[in-house]
């Protein structure tokens, strides 16, 4: 079968060459709706760039490095999926590493040791500083995700992401909405990369404090991490000190599901005695019996996003990047 060609993806939509080259490789402008027809028209005719001739034509190699700390967890899975997934329609291919959140390496991979030439890294850290960054001299265009990036933004380097707070607080009160008025924070932590917990933390006070509602620290659920055990431990912990709660905000959907684990072997009824707020917007979650609700953190978005700034040359030298996030109530 003879390869499709940029003209061919061209003849497809109606529009030249010149297009599905300026939306193949990020530069130039094209309208939303023809650019929409384009990629669309990629995925029907699973059109493939020749990443050697584009490499020798524009200096470009076509790949991207994404590192983020920990594959097993589902929400650093689905991220990388879905961020696939929106590279590949573009023409792009996206090499997947994770860190363990080790800081040495993630001070390799900004600097994309062990890689071969690529267009720009996407790097979660958990670790990295200022000074790391400092360090790191020239290589690929970097751009950071997650909250512990957020402070990071400097000459060179991007952060893309929603703004924690706001969402945390918008899912304080709508738990708040359903009359609930004593919710436990479950995901406060106190050691460690506690950047996303504290933001999140930051917002339920917020939201909390706007309702007139009491601050009760015997409502603020401590983790060591954010996943099904540590949601789990911390709602039996609350359940043992006798503490009453109406309603669960998890920071995360893994705590959120560990949560409910806790809550079933205790048959506390959800979402009759007790209602359940995650963040994450996993797969998952969709499919979980009894439902909870969830904050959707625009990953398509972040990665649209994370793409159109990699493929600029027109991008500020550094800047954070917001993208809008959802609340999605079961």
């Given at each position: ?9 061209a003849?497809?939509v109606?529009?030249?060459a010149?297009?599905?080259s300026?939306v193949v490789?990020?530069?130039g ?11 669309a028209?990629?995925?029907?005719l699973d059109y493939?760039?020749?990443l050697?001739?584009?490499?020798l034509r ?18 650093f899975?689905?991220?990388?999926s879905?961020?696939?997934a929106?590279?590949q329609?573009r023409?792009l291919?996206v090499?997947?590493a994770?860190?363990?959140?080790d800081r040495?390496?993630?001070r390799?991979?900004m600097?994309?040791a062990g890689?071969?030439?690529l267009d720009?890294?996407v790097l ?5 500083d ?6 790191r001299g020239?290589?690929?265009p970097?751009?950071l995700i997650?909250e512990e990036?957020?402070t990071?933004?400097g000459?060179g380097?991007h952060h ?5 707070v706001?969402a945390?607080?918008?899912a304080?009160?709508h738990l708040i909405?359903?009359g609930?008025h ?7 932590q106190?050691t ?7 933001l999140?933390?930051e917002?339920?006070q ?5 309702a007139?509602l ?8 401590t983790?060591?991490?954010?996943n ?5 431990r911390?709602?039996q912990?609350?359940i ?15 705590l ?16 009759d ?5 995650g ?5 998952e979650?969709?499919f979980h ?8 953190p625009?990953?398509?978005d972040?990665?649209d996003?994370i793409l ?12 954070h ?7 999605i109530?079961r």
């Open positions: 079968m003879p390869r499709v060609t940029l003209a061919d993806v003849a497809r109606g529009v030249s010149k297009s599905v300026n490789n990020g530069t402008w094209v309208s939303e709706p023809v650019k929409a027809r384009i990629l028209a990629i995925d029907e493939r760039p020749n050697a001739a584009r490499q524009n200096g470009r190699s076509g790949l991207i490095a994404l590192v983020v700390p920990d594959l097993r967890e589902p929400y899975a689905e991220f990388a879905r961020f696939v929106r590279a329609r023409g291919t090499l997947i994770q860190t363990n959140g040495a390496a993630e390799g991979m600097s994309g890689f071969p030439a720009g890294i979660s850290p958990l670790q990295l200022a000074a790391d960054l400092a360090q020239d290589g690929p970097l751009i997650g990036a957020e990071l933004v000459p380097v893309v992401g929603i703004d924690n706001s945390a607080a918008a304080t009160t909405a359903q609930r004593r919710i436990a924070a479950v995901g406060v106190q460690g990369p506690s950047a996303t917990s504290r999140r933390f917002g339920y917020e939201a909390i404090a706007a007139g009491e601050v009760d620290p015997a409502l603020f659920a983790v060591a991490d954010f099904r055990a540590e949601g789990s911390a709602v912990r609350l043992d000190d006798g503490v009453a709660f109406d309603a669960l905000f998890c920071f995360s959907d893994s959120a599901l560990g949560a409910l684990y806790t809550l079933g072997t205790n048959g506390i009824a959800v979402p005695q007790v209602a359940v707020m963040f994450d917007g996993i797969e979650g969709r019996i009894p439902a909870f609700s969830t904050v959707n625009g990953v398509d972040a990665a996003t159109d700034v990699l493929g600029s040359a027109t991008t500020p030298p550094g800047a990047h917001s993208v809008p996030y959802e609340i109530a």
